[in-house]
């Protein structure tokens, strides 16, 4: 769990922006895992690990959000954020728009994973992967100018 906890929180980040919100997903992610863990542990490190947790995650926080009534909005002002969290979302809201696998494909370059391990984890190969990349960055620049 250590090893993915980026990826987690960045699931479950995308489906919330509320902090305390983010840290119940989380949690909830965290019980799923737990309660298939046998599955998780049948499966080989590294990629496939990374995208079966992804898949798992992604689903809870979607299955949580479609079961949990919308939150009372907070009052103005409260828990305001800082300008480089302001920036690290509009990141993360550009990134969201993007469409699968670029998607997945950004997420894990940016967990670590190299090209090979992401090209596995996609079906792509390792040239494929870094034109793609290359590809979105310049998208995702665009998008960040405009």
Request: charged share 30%.
């Amino acid at each position: 769990m250590l090893r993915y906890r980026g990826l987690l929180f960045s699931v479950c980040r995308r489906h919330q922006r509320d902090g305390l919100t983010v840290d119940d997903l989380l949690q909830e992610v965290t019980l799923r895992l737990w309660e298939l863990r046998e599955k998780l542990l049948a499966i080989e490190p590294a990629p496939k690990q990374a995208v079966w947790l992804w898949r798992v995650a992604r689903s809870t926080c979607i299955d949580l959000q479609r079961r949990t009534p919308s939150p009372t909005p907070l009052p103005e002002g409260y828990d305001t954020p800082a300008e480089d969290t302001a920036l690290h979302d509009t990141l993360h809201e550009l990134i969201a728009q993007l469409p699968e696998p670029d998607r997945t494909i950004v997420t894990l370059h940016l967990e670590g994973y190299d090209y090979t391990e992401i090209g596995k984890a996609v079906g792509m190969t390792k040239n494929n992967i870094g034109v793609r990349l290359m590809r979105i960055k310049e998208k995702l620049k665009q998008q960040w100018e405009d």
